[in-house]
């Protein structure tokens, strides 16, 4: 089996694709976006290199840096999703929850429950 020798990582254009799939836009939508036509969409999504301009005027319309585009890997994407929700790392606090909802309930109707006795003990003191 013969690979080849050019990576396929370096096209512009299969990357603009898969991130404006990952974001839910259609071809249309980003067409609209940057006032051409879906036809033109799909020949940007083909080429393999792309003018700077027009890769700024996408990677705005996607909420992206154009840097964000040219370096994107879905292998990235895949790993850092897998980490997010298996990794149980300290570098991960950020993506898992950390505390027990049920505790916290339990300690708010705690402090509830004893602030309502300290109102009982007040009122004894005021009415005797």
């Known amino acids: 089996m013969e690979t080849s020798t050019k990576p396929n990582n370096m096209h512009i254009g299969r990357k603009i694709g898969r991130i404006r799939e990952l974001r839910g836009l259609k071809q249309d939508a980003l067409a609209n976006e940057l006032g051409i036509s879906q036809q033109t969409v799909s020949k940007i999504e083909q080429s393999e290199k792309i003018e700077d301009a027009l890769l700024e ?47 916290k309930v339990i300690e708010l109707y705690e402090r509830l429950l004893q602030s309502e006795r300290e109102k009982i003990e007040l009122l004894k003191t005021i009415n005797p």
Request: aromatic residues 8%; proline residues 4%; hydrophobic residues 35%.
């Open 57 to 103: 005027q996408i990677a705005k319309v996607l909420g992206l840096p154009s840097e964000s585009i040219k370096n994107f890997s879905e292998d990235a994407v895949f790993n850092i999703i897998g980490n997010t929700f298996t990794e149980n790392s300290s570098n991960n606090n950020n993506y898992l929850c950390s505390i027990n909802p049920l505790d």
